[in-house]
């Protein structure tokens, strides 16, 4: 298994220690064809990108591109913030950018409603290691739908890190809209029973992502690949190995907009 692309890097830009063209090199090295800089969504008040930043951050790729060689793409790893599936990606940015990924993440600016509903429940049951209800889960699996269903969003990042959904639900939808399923190389979010059943039950199709927030770290996978290997998971299914590149929805969203 190798990788062929790594679509889930950051930079100084939100919560990473290197340079855009640090992670470019480090892509070089690692013999990767395409790498996308998706730094943190706008809301999170700590580690997210900010909006006067982007035309920084577009000269910082092209400088990477033009140096490298790599097809260094700008992306965004936006926040979810609420249950109707919302992220903090608003459409009057997405020319700023060619990945669009989304997932949950701690602290970010949302409504009392999702703080409420989703965050608090997701995230303090998970701390204090208690077992979600099953409104939570439900709960939580229509968001993520509605999230797939009502935004061109090319990946779901680490799902069910530290939140709780039925994984299987989800990979139907991510299914359906032509969403790609992320493995994340950084963090264990899916059980080895998740993976077996959404390949089982679904015609999902996934990314691998290193999720790097520091340049050596671009292109690491030995996570992912153990969690792979362990379940046998049919690799003919992840679209950013061996060669293969994927095909984003956000991009053939973008070009039928015009």
Known sequence: MILTADY???TKYSHGKGSVLDNALAAKKAGLKELAITDHGFNHPAFGLKKHKLPHLAADVAEARAQTGVNVLAGIEANIISESGKTDLKEKYFDCFDVFLAGFHKFVLCGAGAAAKLYLPNYGRNFLKLKPTNALVKRTTKTYIEVIKNNPVDAITHLNFCVFADAVEVAKAAADYGTYIEINAKKTHLSDEELCEICAKTSARFIV????????????ISLAESALSRVNFDLSRIDNIDGR?????????????G
Do not use: I, M, N, Q
């Open 8 to 10: 889930h890097t950051h």
């Open 209 to 220: 992502g290193s999720d790097a927030h520091a340049p050596e770290r671009v292109g690491e």
């Open 245 to 257: 590149l994927p095909k984003f929805r956000f991009k053939a969203y973008k070009e039928k907009r």
